[in-house]
T-cell receptor, first 109, second 116 residues
Framework: DAKTTQPPSMDCAEGRAANLPCNHSTISGNEYVYWYRQIHSQGPQYIIHGLKNNETNEMASLIITEDRKSSTLILPHATLRDTAVYYCIVSRATNKLIFGTGTLLAVQP | DTAVSQTPKYLVTQMGNDKSIKCEQNLGHDTMYWYKQDSKKFLKIMFSYNNKELIINETVPNRFSPKSPDKAHLNLHINSLELGDSAVYFC???????????????FGPGTRLTVT
């Protein structure tokens, strides 16, 4: 499965949009982009996933570039409860999730 | 109702002991997993079961033995516990048969195992 590269940490002001980037330049055509997050001391939580098209759900939006080599997770109005480690994972199937080090998003009041 | 539950939440034990961690999901999912998160926060898959059958075993020592009595339960038994087994263990489940569809995994709250 393709590797991903994420910044180790980011800050975001409460109420503003949080844009978390992910590079996956070696992604292949049948691999999905998944985003999970892990709030301190809790189990990971699924956020969103996509293949080619942009996706939106009640939690976030996922923007995938046309060449699929990178993506951005957007939390439209970040709250303090969104402070967590965010993992971008590229995989052909849901059972082969390989978690990297992720991005620690700190939402500031 | 909790979707994926684990017991116990905390487990402190001595080296050499044998212990079990239980996991149950009430989502009707076909596939269940065990993950280990070490002190450096790396989260790694250990096992995956689909309909009570082992699908993935990621080179885990044979001291670790998963047991699936039915598709709603996946327990983890650990023999001869070592200091390096100290970690947080997460159970998870997903709907579809592995590899056939994209779908999300639902994680339990974790079991913090401390071996002294």
């Amino acid at each position: 499965d393709a590797k991903t590269t994420q910044p180790p940490s980011m800050d975001c002001a409460e109420g503003r949009a949080a844009n978390l980037p992910c590079n996956h330049s070696t992604i292949s055509g049948n691999e999905y982009v998944y985003w999970y997050r892990q709030i301190h001391s809790q189990g990971p939580q699924y956020i969103i996933h996509g293949l080619k098209n942009n996706e939106t759900n009640e939690m976030a939006s996922l923007i995938i570039t046309e060449d699929r080599k990178s993506s951005t997770l957007i939390l439209p109005h970040a709250t303090l409860r969104d402070t967590a480690v965010y993992y971008c994972i590229v995989s052909r199937a849901t059972n082969k999730l390989i978690f990297g080090t992720g991005t620690l998003l700190a939402v500031q009041p | 109702d909790t979707a994926v539950s684990q017991t116990p939440k905390y487990l402190v034990t001595q080296m050499g002991n044998d212990k079990s961690i239980k996991c149950e999901q009430n989502l009707g999912h076909d596939t269940m997993y065990w993950y280990k998160q070490d002190s450096k926060k790396f989260l790694k898959i250990m096992f995956s079961y689909n309909n009570k059958e082992l699908i993935i075993n990621e080179t885990v020592p044979n001291r670790f033995s998963p047991k699936s009595p039915d598709k709603a339960h996946l327990n983890l038994h650990i023999n001869s516990l070592e200091l390096g087994d100290s970690a947080v263990y997460f159970c998870a489940s997903s709907r579809h048969e592995p590899g056939l569809a994209s779908d999300e995994q639902y994680f339990g709250p974790g079991t913090r195992l401390t071996v002294t």
